[in-house]
């Protein structure tokens, strides 16, 4: 194979045909995968079959590196697999711009400020997460608590332009097996309980009372 051109036959005008289609996609490649000197080209072999088209990679001249890639008895065939090797080269140039071009990641307003000292481990407790279902289902966890005994969550949201929220939520149906289940737990939840309620507390003061968006009545 001529390294200078993607055909070895330049008489060949089935060759010419691919070349000229997918020759540049060959070479974007090709600078992109192999080493200086080595590139992709197309291939025609005529043996005791007839003719066969083909995809391989060469080495620099006065090498004898040669690697096929893909073959076919007919061009059209080999031009399947060229297609597939300009949409990669599409695809990768496409990715490079993405992720070169700037990204709007979101930064909570309460970022940098000391948080208050909790009596709980809170697991995950603070956090600075994008929730976002879509553009029109915007949300933005900052402190998530479960309470596993009597299966409390208390979470902290930070939307753009509005106050804060918080939620309560839970299982409203919970089986019970017997009456002594019920004490068990009370006796568990009982100070747990108060000292969790206590953190939830602190949480959400020191959020209201860092919150540059004020709420307003509205009447």
């Known amino acids: 194979m001529n390294n200078q051109t993607p055909t070895t036959n330049s008489s060949d005008s089935d060759l010419l045909s691919l ?3 997918y020759g540049h996609a060959l070479a974007g490649l090709s600078s992109r995968l192999l080493p ?20 391989e990679v060469d080495g ?9 890639i893909a073959g076919a008895p007919d061009a059209q065939s080999v031009e399947i697999f060229a297609q597939t090797i300009q949409r990669l080269v599409w695809a990768a140039n496409n ?24 009596v709980l481990r809170h697991d995950p407790g603070w956090v600075c997460e994008d929730v976002s279902m879509n553009d029109s289902e915007v949300g933005h966890r900052l402190f998530r608590s479960d309470f ?17 929220s918080v939620s309560f939520g ?10 002594e289940e ?22 959400t003061d020191w959020f209201q009372r860092h919150d540059t968006i004020k709420e307003t009545d509205h009447e």
Do not use: M, Q
């Open 182 to 203: 019920l004490l068990e737990l009370g006796d568990k939840a009982t100070d747990e309980l108060a000292k969790w309620f206590d953190d939830c507390a602190t949480v």
């Open 95 to 118: 990715a490079a711009a993405d992720h070169d071009r700037p990204c709007n990641e979101w930064h909570s307003r309460y970022e940098g400020l000391e948080r208050p000292t909790l």
């Open 60 to 68: 620099p001249d006065g090498t004898d590196f040669t690697y096929p």
């Open 19 to 21: 070349a000229g289609k």
């Open 148 to 164: 596993e005994p009597l299966e409390l969550s208390f979470e902290v949201y930070e939307n753009d332009g509005s106050p804060i």
């Open 170 to 179: 839970g299982e409203i149906d919970r089986t019970v097996r017997d009456p």
């Open 36 to 55: 200086n000197g080595y590139r992709l080209g197309f291939t025609r072999t005529v043996g005791g079959d007839g003719a066969r088209f083909g995809i």
